[in-house]
């Protein structure tokens, strides 16, 4: 009974560490995401109609500045919409299921949907993966003349 509740403790502690870890990771490739979407969209503003203070992009631009992200900066390997990555003992994979640009306000926008599957050391061993979704929008700040 004593080696079974030491058992039991001991692999919800294991499980628990890993389902942090899961979520961990979900956040820094969020973070990441976040940084490619802007740094996209800021690579294909249209300098020339800035002078008139307008805000406008190349859609097709935005997109393979973010694909670029990925795989330059970020190092992912790219199958289709899918980017994997294997870190150590973990591998995780962002599949892009839908990538658009739209101007609200005015100011330009990109937004990404995405799931991150991730296959961590306990859940590797039990056969499962983690499938985290994300909801990406850029955060584009439009500074007026005199700041």
């Avoid at 190092?75 to 892009?96: F, H, L, M, P, R």
């Avoid at 101007?103 to 983690?130: C, H, L």
Wanted: no cysteine.
């Amino acid at each position: 009974m004593t080696i079974a509740l030491a058992l039991f403790i001991i692999g919800t502690g294991v499980f628990l560490i890993d389902y942090m870890r899961a979520f961990t990771v979900q956040e820094e490739i969020s973070y990441e995401l976040y940084r490619g979407i802007n740094i996209a969209l800021k690579d294909a503003m249209l300098d020339s109609y800035r002078i008139d203070s307008e805000s406008k992009y190349d859609e097709m631009t935005v997109k393979s500045s973010f694909q670029g992200f990925l795989t330059g900066d970020m190092g992912y390997s790219k199958a289709g919409n899918t980017y994997s990555k294997d870190v150590g003992s973990e591998s995780y994979q962002i599949a892009i299921e839908s990538f658009s640009t739209s101007y609200a306000n005015g100011n330009p926008q990109a937004e990404v949907d995405a799931t991150v599957t991730i296959d961590s050391w306990f859940f590797k061993r039990a056969g499962m993966k983690w499938n985290l979704p994300m909801h990406l929008k850029s955060k584009n700040q439009r500074t007026e003349e005199g700041y």
